[in-house]
């Protein structure tokens, strides 16, 4: 079965920090990748799929296959990345349907 | 046109009421999603529709009803409701299921049941 873990349920930082979400997944193909935000009274986005490469509002994510991870970073944080991130997995296995982690909350602190 | 529409925004209902929720999406998008969101935790699935035609059901009790009139609407019929189903309800749509494609959410209906 597969399975997204984000291990932190509360991430906090000061501004201009750098930042890292992680993400790990159990799933022993090549997965689909995604990283989703949540901004406050706003709706559930995509930031960034692996296999785009881009780097979205200073984040990146690169997918290790090795050590089955996704994890999302951004090197200097701002007060407005202050939001829910969902890492979500999509694989053949499961039908193509996302299976999101538990999310993280990222608090940037002035 | 490159969101996802819900109406109502809010909803208030009884347990013996019969409401329905509204989903719309003119991106050309084959499959189409309900999710159940509850503070602070990850959308959780309810269906899916792919081409119309109810394609996964998460095992989600029989109050509610989905229903895929076309390709752009996907409403949700809500009956006999219990006050734990209180949440925010998303629809999602993407291009279609095999391609794995992103994901695009609607900004949900906050359904509070008495």
């Known amino acids: 079965a597969q399975r997204v873990t984000q291990p932190e349920k509360l991430l906090s930082v000061f501004k201009g920090a750098p930042v890292e979400l992680k993400c790990n997944y159990s799933?022993?193909?090549?997965?689909?990748l995604f990283w989703y935000v949540q901004y406050s009274r706003q709706r559930l986005q995509l930031l960034l799929r692996?296999?785009s490469r881009e780097s979205i509002k200073g984040f990146t994510a690169d997918l290790n296959k090795g050590e089955t991870s996704f994890h999302l970073k951004k090197p200097f944080a701002q007060e407005e990345d202050s939001a829910m991130y969902y890492c979500?997995?999509?694989?053949?296995?499961?039908?193509?349907?996302?299976?999101f982690g538990r999310g993280t909350s990222l608090i940037v602190h002035p | 046109d490159t969101e996802v529409t819900q109406t109502p925004k809010h909803l208030v209902m009884g347990m013996t009421n019969k409401k329905s929720l509204k989903c719309e999406q003119h991106?050309?998008?084959?499959?189409m999603y309900w999710y159940k969101q509850k503070a602070k935790k990850p959308p959780e699935l309810m269906f899916v529709?792919?081409?119309?035609?109810?394609?996964i059901n998460e095992s989600v009790p029989s109050r509610f009803s989905p229903e895929c009139p076309n390709s752009s609407l996907l409403n949700l019929h809500l009956h006999a409701l219990q006050p734990e189903d209180s949440a925010l309800y998303l629809c999602?749509?993407?291009?279609?299921?095999?391609?794995?494609?992103?994901?695009?959410f609607g900004p949900g209906t906050r359904l509070t049941v008495l």
């Open positions: 799933y022993s193909g090549s997965p689909e």
């Open positions: 692996h296999i």
């Open positions: 999602a749509s993407s291009q279609d299921l095999p391609l794995g494609d992103e994901q695009f």
């Open positions: 979500a997995l999509s694989t053949p296995g499961g039908s193509y349907i996302p299976t």
């Open positions: 991106m050309g998008h084959r499959a």
């Open positions: 529709y792919s081409y119309e035609k109810l394609s």
